[in-house]
C-alpha cells in the first residue's frame, strides 16, 4: 500500500523549524511494515491550501493519516481535505494530540475511517489490522526513532528533533502533556541505535545545524540527562542544542555546568504565574520560591533563564497578575519572559474548572498561538466575569511592556495607538527606551525573515539605543516558534 501522512500549516502560513516528529515516527513503522510511505508536512514547509489536496491525486495513497493540534479540525483547509479524500474514497485515519480530548466527537465524523489516540511506534500493522474505530493505544512499549527522509522537502531541515525520554510524573492542573505522553516518565535507552540515530543526521539532512531534545520533562531523571549530555560531549557533536521543557526542582549545578558545556544559551523554565492564588491552583508540585532560587543558579552558571508565563488560568484576574507580573519583575536580568494566554485543553482540571464555571461549554476548542509576535497583544480565547477578553489583551500588553519585550516593535503601528487609547504613553516611551531593540531588529530579524516566520518589511527605530540587558542569547531565542 502507500499511505500518506499530513499535517496542516500555521494558518498564516509562517513556517515551523521542526519537523512532526509523530509522524516521523508512523512513517518509519509504516516503512518497517514494508509498505510505501510520504509525509507532507505543510506547518513544517508551508504551501498553498489545495496542495495537499493535489497530492491525493498525483500520489493516489491508499490511506491518508492526518495529525491534528485542536483548533486545527475547525480549519477549513483541513475539512476540504477531509471532504475531498472521502469523495476519492480513501479511508482516512485521524491522529495526534487533538484525539486524546475530542476523539468522542470526531467519532461523530463518518468521513474518518479510525481515531487513533496514543503513541504509534510500531504500531502500524496494528492499526491496520484492528476493526475498532477508535483505537486506544495508549504509551509505547518502545521508542522507535522517526524516518524523516520521506518527508517532502526533507532537505530543508535546520533542526533535528529528539526524544530522550516521554512523560512527566507531575499533573499540573492545565498540562496538555500527560495527557498526550502520560503521568508516567520513561527513558530512552541511550544505546547504539539512539547514538546512530544522530549520526545519520550529517548523511541525511546536511543543512542541519542544531538538535532539539524535546522531552516533557528532560529532567524526569536527571542522571538520565546527565548522561546523554555526558556522551554528547564526548562524541563532539557539531550541533548546537536546545532544551525544552526542565523543571525548576530537577536541576543541579552539576547539571547546569553540562548545558554551560555543551553551548546552552537559554533555558526555558515553566512558571506560569508568580500570584501564590494562581500559582496554587496550577498544582505544579513544587514551591514559587524553588523556582526563584533555580533562575538564579541559571544565571550564575551563564545561562539566561526563559520564564513561561500564562494569562488567564483558573484563579486568575486583573489584580492577581499584576501580582505575577511584579513576581516576573523582581527577577533580576538577564532574562527573557513569554507572555501567553491561557487556552483550555480538554481532559484536564483547567479546563473541567472552566466548564463548571459555565465560561465554556464543554466540547470547546480553543484556539492555538502560533508564535507569531507580529499581531502583539493577542485576543484571549475566551473572558470570564474576573478577567475579560480585553482586559486579559491589556495585561499580555503591558506585561511585555514592562518586561522591556523587544518582539512589540513587529506590532509598533498597533502597540502605540492601544498605549494611547489607554494612556499609557509613559509606559511606551520607557519601553521604547529601554528594550534591546537595535540588536533585535538588525541582528534576529533577518533570520526570522528569510525562514518565513516574520513579515518582510522595514522596522523603524526612532533613535538607536543601546541595550540595558546584558543578555546575548536574543538572536536564537526571542522568536522561537516550536
Not at 43 to 65: G, Q, S, V, W, Y
Request: charged letters at 25%; hydrophobic letters at 35%.
Amino acid at each position: 500500500m502507500k499511505v500518506m501522512l499530513w499535517k496542516h500549516g500555521i494558518d498564516d502560513g509562517s513556517t515551523g523549524e521542526l519537523p512532526h516528529t509523530g509522524l516521523g515516527i508512523l512513517a518509519r513503522s509504516i516503512k518497517e511494515s514494508g509498505h510505501d510511505v510520504f509525509m507532507a508536512d505543510h506547518h513544517f514547509n508551508p504551501t498553498r491550501d489545495d496542495t495537499a489536496i493535489k497530492l491525493l491525486d498525483e500520489e493516489r495513497p491508499d490511506i491518508l493519516c492526518i495529525s491534528m493540534v485542536s483548533q486545527e479540525w475547525l480549519f477549513p483547509a483541513v475539512q476540504d481535505m477531509l471532504d475531498a479524500a472521502n469523495k476519492r474514497e480513501i479511508p482516512i485515519w485521524i491522529g495526534g494530540p487533538h484525539t486524546h480530548g475530542y476523539w468522542d466527537i470526531l467519532k461523530k465524523d463518518n468521513r474518518v475511517t479510525k481515531i487513533i489516540v496514543g503513541e504509534a511506534d510500531g504500531a502500524f500493522e496494528r492499526i491496520l489490522n484492528s476493526e475498532e474505530r477508535v483505537i486506544q493505544l495508549g504509551r509505547a512499549d518502545t521508542f522507535q526513532s522517526p524516518d524523516f527522509t520521506c518527508m517532502i522537502d526533507h532537505h530543508k531541515m535546520i533542526t533535528y528533533p529528539i526524544f530522550t525520554s516521554r512523560g512527566c510524573t507531575h499533573n499540573c492542573s492545565f498540562c496538555v502533556g500527560t495527557r498526550t505522553h502520560g503521568n508516567k516518565w520513561r527513558a530512552r535507552t541511550l544505546d547504539d541505535s539512539f547514538w546512530e540515530e544522530i549520526d545519520r543526521i550529517e548523511v541525511n539532512f546536511p543543512g542541519v545545524d542544531r538538535i532539539a531534545v524535546i522531552d516533557d520533562a528532560f529532567t524526569g531523571n536527571i542522571d538520565h540527562a546527565k548522561a546523554f549530555l555526558k556522551e554528547y560531549i564526548s562524541r563532539s557533536y557539531p550541533y548546537k542544542l536546545s532544551i525544552f521543557n526542565v523543571r525548576a526542582d530537577q536541576t543541579d549545578r552539576e547539571f547546569l555546568e553540562l548545558l554551560k558545556l555543551v553551548g546552552i544559551e537559554t533555558l526555558c523554565i515553566g512558571i506560569e504565574s508568580g500570584d501564590p492564588e494562581v500559582f496554587k491552583l496550577v498544582s505544579k508540585g513544587e514551591s514559587i520560591e524553588t523556582i526563584r532560587n533555580t533562575i538564579s543558579r541559571i544565571q550564575d552558571a551563564g545561562i539566561t533563564p526563559w520564564l513561561n508565563m500564562v494569562i488567564g488560568l483558573p484563579g486568575d484576574s486583573p489584580e492577581n497578575h499584576d501580582r505575577s507580573l511584579d513576581w516576573v519583575l523582581s527577577i533580576p536580568q538577564p532574562r527573557i519572559v513569554q507572555w501567553l494566554h491561557f487556552a483550555p485543553y480538554r481532559g484536564t482540571w483547567a479546563y473541567d474548572y472552566f466548564v463548571k464555571l459555565g465560561v465554556i461549554k464543554d466540547g470547546f476548542i480553543p484556539w492555538l498561538q502560533s508564535g507569531r509576535y507580529d499581531d502583539l497583544p493577542e485576543s484571549a480565547c475566551f473572558g470570564t466575569d474576573s478577567f475579560s477578553l480585553e482586559e486579559k489583551m491589556l495585561a499580555q500588553l503591558k506585561s511585555y511592556l514592562k518586561c522591556y519585550c523587544p518582539i512589540l516593535i513587529l506590532s509598533d503601528e498597533k502597540v502605540k495607538r492601544i498605549c494611547k487609547e489607554q494612556n499609557w504613553e509613559a509606559l511606551y516611551e520607557d519601553w521604547k527606551k529601554n528594550a534591546p531593540l537595535e540588536r533585535f531588529v538588525n541582528n534576529t530579524l533577518p533570520t526570522k525573515i528569510s525562514k518565513g516566520q516574520v513579515p518582510d518589511r522595514s522596522y523603524e527605530l526612532v533613535e538607536p539605543v543601546e541595550s540595558t540587558d546584558s543578555s546575548h542569547e536574543l538572536e536564537e531565542a526571542i522568536l522561537c516558534t516550536n
